[in-house]
């Protein structure tokens, strides 16, 4: 009878941990998906999220701690099981439209405050299951290892980051995730009631075990033990962030993009607690050494504009793959310096520490201290170092401190490393007039011998002559043929025209203003509006005096609107080089089209080097019963126009067949429909794996190769 109650004792323990760690990553996604269209979308939003929830996950180990070490088994139920209930109280997590941030108000402190008051206290009780659960388990079961739990935790957290974007999210509505989640959280409860009070209940068991049973008089470990516990946690924290970061600011922010870099992270933790036959130091070393390498070269790359490294496949390989090596490397460590199971809540603190610590510098002091995304490269290299001092001390290691040769010769490439990333972020900034740096990225203003050139991270958003004569032409992806210049000069030609403008830029659009029309502008990034006006002169040479800018997300703006009855809507609103997945769904475009007149062009410039937006614009077409068109324009380096991509909707079809195209031409919008929404948007099926081409709808006319100088 005892064996058999210890087997259901045991497999409540286990099924109470995995649920606790399913349900932690779980809303992580679920949550941050469902507040990303009211903050921008763009990556910082995701980054901030991170950070908060690591910062609970601190606050959650230390209340175990504390609670074991301060309290007796029988008082640690009774806390911790009014503590869940207190949790239960503020379910569900759903926030309410109230916490929509007001135009041009500072985001990341609401965004923190919004997840205390929504997620806060359920997602505490939460991160505190995991040292609390294995300390009650080990007075429970004595003699089962408690670090297989924790290895368990990491594949219910995987498993739930896994299942978001290929199970919950294209299947759920974000109202019916909150919803499930909300009943597992109560299942989650009971069970992790059950286990506090059948943890105290086994205090007796284990005070008389025999005599014989080995006691754990191991010193407590301090000093520089501790200290690398820590660093060795920081680390690949930054490193998560840091690569989440770049890689979201060059395709996109969506869920996929956030939970792969996680995934990996996790899969590691699992790994290496799992067994220690899963890290090999030299294996995930020389890894680590030689994608840091290559990941040195594509910020080069990058820098440099020599677009040698375009496939977003090679791209995010190198940037995966050393995030990965990263993490086997600090976790293996880690756990090759874990205590024994006396000082279990001490080492997890220290670890959740530690992942606090990296998120604070990533998403709190990087943007403070760096004018580039320098905490990337510093992770980086801090990994390397740590991987030489962990070796250094280990005398089995072929780098100990009485080996100086492999430890010079290690030595020699983290300086190399370092040298050439130092290099690499002065080259970004080289030639700046003026850079800033806030939630929303990374801005710049270059000024060569006959241009002002405006980019955001390592892509154009700008760029202006200085010489009188070309001051007032319109550049880049607006250019005189593209679409978007098209649409705003010929629809109702010669009348006064009231257009909207998603994304200001250096402000190029407001050089097809006529005397008599009426310009709306909309920015969420105020470092723009500023640098618009005192580097460009688009603005202050506007021909139309009736002209605003709206400073806040555009998306809100347009919510908080009467219809505006625009001619034309623009849509340009990109961070860096990645696509605003929130302004493209089945929502946005209804409020849209609210904005426009019934003879009115929706103008949305889709020019990208990753993905193809055609089926996605096909799928808004067909939902709304919009005339479409594809606008392909060719560069003309004369007038300073680059190749861009424009897709024009109107709900009258003869507003788009009276455009007349000359130097550019319409493409096939191909026959791929998506429809995307604010609950799910498959950035999967839209990237382009090879060399795009698009095909002219005249059949008699070759097909065209399109290429993005952004």
Request: with cysteine.
């Amino acid at each position: 009878m005892q064996s058999q109650k210890q087997r259901l004792t045991y497999a409540l323990f286990l099924l109470t941990v995995f649920l606790s760690a399913f349900m932690l990553f779980q809303v992580q996604p679920l949550i941050s998906k469902f507040i990303l269209p009211w903050f921008g979308g763009g990556p910082a939003v995701w980054t901030t999220c991170m950070l908060f929830f690591q910062v609970v996950l601190f606050g959650g180990y230390l209340y175990a701690h504390l609670l074991v070490e301060k309290l007796s088994p029988r008082n640690q139920a009774i806390v911790h099981t009014l503590v869940v209930l207190a949790a239960c109280v503020m379910l569900p997590i759903t926030p309410d439209v109230s916490w929509k941030p007001a135009l041009g108000s500072e985001p990341a402190g609401r965004i923190i405050a919004l997840l205390a008051m929504t997620v806060g206290l359920p997602y505490f009780a939460l991160s505190t299951t995991g040292p609390l659960l294995q300390g009650w388990f080990a007075r429970t079961l004595p003699g089962t290892s408690p670090y297989r739990l924790y290895a368990l935790s990491n594949v219910g957290s995987l498993l739930a980051l896994v299942s978001y974007p290929f199970v919950f999210e294209p299947n759920l509505e974000v109202e019916r995730q909150a919803q499930l989640w909300t009943m597992g959280f109560m299942a989650f409860a009971a069970l992790c009631a059950f286990c506090a009070w059948r943890g105290a209940a086994a205090t007796t068991i284990v005070e008389t075990v025999s005599e014989a049973q080995p006691v754990d008089d191991s010193p407590a470990p301090q000093g520089l033990t501790v200290l690398l516990w820590v660093a060795l946690a920081a680390v690949p924290s930054a490193l998560l962030l840091g690569v989440t970061n770049q890689v979201c600011t060059d395709i996109a922010v969506v869920p996929f993009l956030w939970v792969v870099p996680l995934a990996l992270y996790l899969l590691s933790f699992i790994l290496c607690f799992d067994s220690d036959r899963w890290y090999s130091r030299r294996v995930f070393g020389v890894g680590l050494f030689v994608l840091a390498a290559a990941a040195c070269y594509l910020m080069w790359d990058s820098a440099m504009y020599w677009n040698r490294v375009t496939s977003i496949i090679a791209q995010a390989g190198i940037y995966f793959g050393l995030l990965m090596c990263g993490c086997m490397v600090c976790h293996g460590e880690l756990v090759a310096l874990k205590p024994t199971p006396r000082y279990l809540t001490k080492f997890y603190l220290c670890v959740s520490a530690g992942g606090a610590l990296g998120g604070l510098c990533v998403g709190m002091l990087a943007p403070m201290i760096f004018r580039t995304l320098f905490e990337l490269p510093l992770a980086i290299v801090t990994c390397c170092v740590l991987l030489i001092v962990v070796m250094r001390r280990d005398t089995q290691s072929s780098a100990h401190a009485s080996k100086l040769g492999a430890s010079v010769a290690l030595g020699g490439y983290v300086l190399a490393l370092s040298t050439l990333l130092w290099f690499q972020a002065e080259r970004v900034t080289q030639g700046a007039v003026a850079t800033a740096r806030n939630f929303y990225g990374v801005l710049r203003v270059h000024q060569t011998t006959s241009a002002y050139v405006l980019r955001h991270g390592q892509i154009r958003h700008g760029h202006q002559f200085t010489d009188p004569v070309r001051r007032k032409i319109p550049t880049t992806y607006f250019g005189e043929h593209s679409g978007g210049g098209v649409a705003i000069s010929q629809h109702r030609a010669g009348q006064p025209k009231r257009v909207g403008i998603v994304g200001l830029g250096a402000g190029t659009l407001a050089a097809y203003a006529q005397p008599d029309d009426y310009y709306r502008m909309y920015e969420i990034n105020p470092a723009v509006v500023d640098m618009a006006k005192d580097f460009f002169t688009y603005l202050s040479e506007c021909r139309t005096k009736d002209q605003h800018i709206v400073v806040g997300d555009g998306r809100i703006a347009l919510e908080q609107e009467e219809p505006q009855n625009y001619d034309i809507l623009a849509l340009d609103a990109f961070s860096g080089d990645a696509i605003p997945a929130h302004l493209l769904t089945r929502e946005c475009c209804e409020l849209y089209l609210k904005h426009l007149k019934d003879d009115g062009i929706l103008a949305c410039h889709i020019t990208n080097r990753h993905v193809d937006l055609r089926p996605v614009c096909n799928g808004i077409a067909k939902e709304f019963g919009l005339s479409v068109m594809c606008v392909l324009s060719p560069a003309q380096k004369d007038v300073g126009a680059t190749d861009s991509i424009w897709v024009l909707f109107s709900r009258q079809p003869e507003t788009l067949q009276a455009l007349k195209l000359t130097k550019s031409h319409e493409v096939a919008m191909g026959e791929r429909s998506m429809l995307w929404t604010d609950a799910f948007s498959n950035l999967l099926s839209v990237l382009i794996t090879k060399d795009l081409v698009y095909e002219r709808v005249s059949p008699t006319k070759p097909k065209l190769a399109a290429t993005s100088s952004k």
